[in-house]
């Protein structure tokens, strides 16, 4: 039996049918300069004696741990796919990448390593590939993508919503000069974390591709680059283009899309 450890707070919300349990807990790493915190949403249904797949939900520019269940009917989502979903904290504004220019701003590794490895000690997980998914939004879509290509044997469902997935054409804002460097003094930083410029590392590695992006959002562009990347590499994967924004209402409704086609990916692959 795994022991939960550290939690900080853990209450009961009852919506509906639903009554899944939101637990806050902390999560250390020599990899970052703080320790910091993530929501943890466990089914209804958990219990000592299953194990769940686990999804980890990425927030965007200038969120935190708490944003998507802030703005968000994701919890839901555990009780109706009897999964357990992790929100860990991205810290603002370091894109999910390990910096080559800003001290301990690893949160590609800090994620994709070390919370990982806490929710399993932790949580009662199907602790394997093919059970666990990672996704996010805007900055945290880029980043499930960064952070799933650089651990390929520990993601085998990807997501992403309205995510940014070529971070220089927007290299002026939001802070990604200081954890990507000067453009003009290292071009390389960007272009060798650009998606479309590392995709071709999913060959032969069967992993499932979601990507959903809104035909009025700013990052609509990146995203329909990568959807014809991943057809010339021949990589299949579900793209859809709606009606909608860079806004909590076209998340919301993105993420129900994506739970419901991680779950189909889980339960095909036991």
């Known amino acids: 039996m795994k022991k939960l450890a550290i939690v900080i707070s853990t209450f009961l919300i009852t919506h509906a049918a639903h009554a899944f349990t939101i637990d806050t807990v902390e999560i250390a790493s020599k990899h970052t300069l703080e320790t910091h915190k993530a929501t943890v949403i466990l089914p209804n249904s958990y ?47 370091k894109w999910y990448i390990d910096s080559p220019v800003k001290k301990q701003s690893n949160y590609q590794t800090y994620i994709g390593k070390d919370v990982v490895a806490y929710i399993d000690k932790n949580f009662r997980t199907k602790a394997e590939k093919n059970q666990r998914a990672i996704t996010g939004l805007s900055m945290g879509g880029y980043g499930a993508f960064n952070i799933a290509l650089n651990n390929l044997d520990t993601f085998g469902n990807i997501g992403s919503i309205s995510g940014g997935f070529e971070p220089k054409d927007f290299r002026y804002t939001w802070g990604l000069e200081e954890v990507f460097g000067d453009y003009d003094k290292h071009p390389e930083n960007w272009d060798n974390r650009a998606i479309k410029n590392i995709a071709h590392k999913l060959i032969f590695k069967d992993i499932n591709i979601t990507i959903d992006c809104g035909i009025d959002d700013f990052f609509i562009n990146s995203n329909r680059e990568l959807h014809d990347k991943l057809q010339q590499l021949e990589l299949d994967h579900d793209y859809t283009e709606r009606p909608g924004g860079h806004t909590w209402v076209y998340w919301d409704n993105a993420i129900q899309y994506q739970m419901l086609f991680f779950k189909n990916k889980f339960n095909t692959q036991k």
């Open 47 to 93: 219990s000592q004696n299953e194990d769940y797949p686990v999804v980890y939900v990425l927030h965007g520019w200038s969120g935190d741990y708490k944003v998507w269940n802030e703005n968000t009917s994701i919890a839901k989502q555990a009780d109706i796919h009897d999964v357990i979903i992790v929100l860990p904290e991205g810290n603002y504004d």
